[in-house]
Nanobody, 124 residues
Framework: QVQLVESGGGLVQAGGSLRLSCAASGRTFSSYAMGWFRQAPGKEREFVATITASGGSTDYADSVKGRFIISRDNAKNTVFLQMNSLKPEDTAVYYC?????????????????WGQGTQVTVSS
């Protein structure tokens, strides 16, 4: 069973950058597709980005496309979310999630392992 721990959140000014990390325990990380989701205050959790188990394919929400980059290092059991050109509307708790399939997904219900979340706050 994979367990996930996010880090790298914090307070940043609009236009700045942050890099989130999600460290996974367990021996089967490389067989899991990974995703990042976020939840802003008073809103439902939403999809941000996903990456296949091999790392060969990615997909993004339209709201972050061109600004965020998801990547993974299977040798280090870690997935990353590089966030550039941050906007106040990116403020949220960011969660990484694992899906026991090779292909990524935009759908929250297809992920069965979740981290505890890390807060990202973007000031204007």
């Amino acid at each position: 069973q994979v367990q996930l721990v996010e880090s790298g959140g914090g307070l940043v000014q609009a236009g700045g950058s942050l890099r989130l990390s999600c460290a996974a325990s367990g021996r089967t990380f490389s067989s899991y597709a990974m995703g990042w989701f976020r939840q802003a205050p008073g809103k439902e959790r939403e999809f941000v980005a996903t990456i296949t188990a091999s790392g060969g394919s990615t997909d993004y929400a339209d709201s972050v496309k061109g600004r965020f980059i998801i990547s993974r290092d299977n040798a280090k059991n870690t997935v990353f979310l590089q966030m550039n050109s941050l906007k106040p509307e990116d403020t949220a708790v960011y969660y990484c999630a694992a899906r026991p399939r090779g292909s990524g997904s935009l759908m929250e219900y297809e992920y069965d392992i979740w981290g505890q979340g890390t807060q990202v706050t973007v000031s204007s």
